[in-house]
């Protein structure tokens, strides 16, 4: 494809580079969201998202004042989403629900938003949604969304300094509110290399950047990316239900050789077990764990079943 189609194609996914400032916890929360997201939904489906599992996967914990806080912010702000043709509005939810006793909520998406958010998801598997939940820094994950959205090609079409602190909400449009981090040694020690040492220790992509003068000022910035096998156990991820996940452990099984009604019913029905068949299969995938002659048996003396 050539370059241009590629950076016109990327234009077009309109919510990465939208205007909206979410906090850390509101940006686990939609990224929780993605995970459920199918197409095959109706628009009025409910998405339940259970507090203890975000604790799990991102090794934060959010209280129910936190949560309720943050979902009403998100309920209220705007993304700002403009074209050569038009500027809309759109807000994210219809409804949100908590359901007391029971560490969770349920969410209805406007049916404005839904469009936009499918195609946010078309640029991460489930393995990247894990690992942008382990970012704790907000802008640490809109830049992972911006890398993702180009990994591909392998670099970022040159945005301005302007435009990314826009995207960021750390620039007023109107002109009427100071810059955030208006110095920009502050904006890169604070923004760019935070985003740069947390993408690189805890996703799968490993990313630098480059910046370009206009005078004596910098004016504008490029990001490289390129792929690389992250330090922590990628679980699938997949918020929808176990449903998926078991379907994940058992094709491993499978993979490996292992066929047993019972020994694979065993493993399906302790979940420390299916954590140590992803935890294998990741050390094969990595050449941490060597087992070239009989890896499922191995496996199976692992999980104790053997």
């Known amino acids: 494809m050539e370059a241009s189609k590629s950076v016109e194609i990327r234009q077009h996914n309109a919510i990465t580079a939208a205007r909206y400032d979410y906090s850390s916890c509101q940006l686990d929360i939609l990224f929780c969201l993605l995970s459920h997201l199918r197409k095959e939904d109706s628009p009025d489906v409910s998405y339940r998202i259970n ?3 975000v604790e799990r996967l991102t090794g ?3 209280n129910y004042q936190q949560l309720r806080e943050a979902t009403a912010d998100m309920g209220s702000r705007m993304f700002e989403v403009e074209n050569d043709k038009t500027y809309k509005q759109l ?3 219809q409804k949100v629900e908590y359901i007391k006793g029971h560490g969770c909520l349920e969410i209805v998406l406007s049916k404005f938003i839904r469009p936009y958010l499918f195609e946010l998801k078309d640029n991460f598997t489930s393995y990247q949604l894990h690992s942008a939940l382990k970012l704790s820094s907000k802008y640490a994950k809109r830049i992972y969304q911006l890398a993702s959205q180009w990994k591909d090609i392998g670099e970022t079409k040159t945005y301005t300094i302007e435009e990314l602190k826009l995207m960021l909400k750390l620039k007023d449009p109107t002109g009427k509110q100071p810059d955030q981090f208006e110095k920009f040694s502050q904006f890169k020690a604070r923004v760019l290399d935070i985003a740069m040492r947390q993408i690189n220790e805890h996703t799968d992509l490993n ?6 003068k206009q005078g004596k000022a910098f004016h504008s910035i490029r990001f490289y990316m390129k792929a690389q096998l992250p330090e922590q156990l990628p679980i699938p991820f997949d918020m929808a239900g176990e ?3 078991h379907q994940n452990a ?3 099984l499978d993979d490996l050789g292992i066929k047993d009604g019972k020994l694979i019913q065993q493993v399906m029905s302790d979940k420390d077990l299916v954590d140590a068949v992803f935890k294998f299969s990741y050390g094969l995938k990595t050449g941490r764990t060597k ?3 009989n890896p499922g048996g191995l496996l199976l003396k692992v999980l104790g079943l053997r």
Request: charged share 30%.
């Open 51 to 53: 507090i203890a599992d």
């Open 60 to 62: 934060r914990q959010w």
């Open 91 to 93: 807000w994210m939810f």
């Open 207 to 212: 990313i630098s950047y480059h910046l370009i």
């Open 243 to 245: 449903e998926v996940r």
């Open 250 to 252: 058992r094709q491993i």
């Open 291 to 293: 087992a070239d002659k």
